[in-house]
């Protein structure tokens, strides 16, 4: 016969039951038993009122909870997700609490989490592990206007057939999109159009951060593109690594969020698709939090540069031991009655020579250094780190 296994229920049982035999005092019986009187009384009142069923282990979960949703909460919270279905709790918990300031019974961003995973609308994403960060291009986002960054986002078609490339421009600062253009092409001349108009309206920036790709760097001396023009604005140009989006990872995730909420569908017109990036523009500016500023909008970190823009291009100016020299329309420069090939991008431009060592010359545009003229072989020779500016 195997031994009896002895369960919680088991003893709850056999107590019950010695107690209804009437042979032992309740309190010599939950001696027996060590437990307490008072759980023995309330052991045998749960056996009267429901059997030996009710002298199983009920719930712990409480009748209410202070921290759940009370239901008109719960609807507003849900209606804000919908007309916003990209935001996350902390963000709908900092838009709605800017415009319900006296409202005091806000929850924890984890309760609106479970109220959004609740009605489906939350996808479950798996984290992958962050990879280590292969550098990053130097100048620090300090101020507004000291760096700006500038992307085309993938191309998409429109509803007529045709492709958008949008452009966007952010302060690197305070995150405020200053650009959001859908343009038909990835073209020079619209990219430089788009520029002049955040140039008037709020001033020059320090630096501008792009990728390799066209129209921003080609492959010439310098990686210098047409729009390198705005060295003569007192601009200078920051390329990012080649293969690392990462390294302008504030502007990608911009484009995630973009694409979520501006482009899927796509509008089915040029026209309908810009109001709707300029609809981005404004919720993204005025309205939408942002959680690396604190929750709360970009535009109350933005102020325009005190840099105004002229709209004149001077050429750039050189210090006075520097030998300079105009750049021909067929990209090359005299040099001691020799023809020296610099860049067909800087055709009519001046640049600049300082002698660093007997018979070899740093080349600069502005502030940026092309490279080495070696009087040798009268070649320039391109620097190894082309991206970085000398200060």
Partial sequence: MPWRVETPMSQRQDFVEAWARGHW??????????????????????????GLAALADESRRPDRSPTALDAA???????TRQAHPTWGPRKLLAYLMARHPRYTGWPVASTVGALLKREGLVRARRRRPAPGHPGRPYTMSDAPNALWTADFKGQFRLGTGAYCYPLTVIDGYSRYLLACRGLEAIATAST?????????????????????????????????????????LGIRPELIQPAHPEQNGRHERLHRTLKAEATRPAAATARGQQRRFDHFQREYNQERPHEALAQVPPAQHYQPSPRPYAGALRPPEYPRHYETRYVSTNGGIRWHHRWVNVSHVLAEEYVGLEEVADGVWSVYFGPLLLGRLDERDYRLHGQHNRNRLPR
């Fill in 192 to 232: 430089r159009s788009v520029f002049e108009g955040i140039f008037r309206t709020y001033g020059l920036p320090d630096r501008i951060r792009t990728d390799n790709g066209p129209p921003f760097a080609t492959c010439a001396l310098g990686r210098l593109s047409a729009l390198s023009v705005w060295i003569k």
């Fill in 25 to 50: 005092h309740p309190t010599e019986l939950c001696a027996r038993f060590g437990i307490s009187r008072k759980t023995g009384y309330k052991w045998w009142h749960r056996y009267e009122r429901g």
């Fill in 73 to 79: 909460l719960g609807a507003l919270l849900l209606r």
